[in-house]
Structure formats: structure tokens, C-alpha cells
Nanobody
């Protein structure tokens, strides 16, 4: 079983940056995809980005492509989401989760709030 804990959220002005962290503990992540998702008030949870732990391959939602960067640190067992050029529409609770290839995401963290406002 994998346990995930997000951190790094906060209040930032439009155009600003934040870096979110998703720290993993428990079993190895070697075969997993780690994904970031977000849920704004009154909206459904949406996919943001994912990374395959061993290969490092990445995939982004069109809404964040070119602004957000997902990466991982093997030594820290942590996945990061660097968010640049933030917009008010990026305001949401951001959560990370893991998935084996072909499986649904699970082991959700508790989430971290990101608020983009002037």
C-alpha cells in the first residue's frame, strides 16, 4: 500500500508560481504512474498531469500544458508539480494519486489548497 501526502499549496497572485510536493511512503513506486488532479468548488475533479515513475514519461492536460511541469525525485520518493503563470482558474484543491498501468488511480492524498487571487 502506498501512502501519499501533498504539500506546498497557498495563496498566490495571478502570474505567480507555486511548487507542490507529493511525498510517497510504503511500497516502491517503480511501476506506478503518479498523477496530479484538482477539484474546484462546485466542479468535478479533473486530471492535471501524470508521470511514470521509472521512465519519467509525462502527460499534461491541455489547460496546463506549457505552464505546469511534473517531475520526480527518486531519492526523496517525491513527485513535484511546478506551477507557473498561474491563473484564477487554477484555484482548486490539488491531490495526487497512484495507478498501475491500466488501473484506476487510488491511494489519494488529503489534498492541498491552491488559491490564485489578487
Amino acid at each position: 500500500q502506498v501512502q501519499l501526502k501533498e504539500s506546498g499549496g497557498g495563496l498566490v497572485q495571478p502570474g505567480g508560481s507555486l511548487r507542490l510536493s507529493c511525498a510517497a511512503s510504503g511500497r516502491t513506486l517503480r511501476t506506478y504512474y503518479i498523477g496530479w488532479f484538482r477539484q474546484a468548488p462546485g466542479k468535478e475533479r479533473e486530471f492535471v498531469a501524470r508521470i511514470h515513475w521509472s521512465s519519467g514519461s509525462t502527460y499534461y492536460a491541455d489547460s496546463v500544458k506549457g505552464r505546469f511541469t511534473i517531475s520526480r525525485d527518486n531519492s526523496e520518493n517525491t513527485v513535484y508539480l511546478q506551477m507557473d503563470s498561474l491563473e484564477p482558474e487554477d484555484t482548486a484543491v490539488y491531490s495526487c494519486a497512484v495507478a498501475s498501468p491500466g488501473q484506476s488511480y487510488g491511494s489519494w492524498g488529503q489534498g492541498t489548497q491552491v488559491t490564485v487571487s489578487s
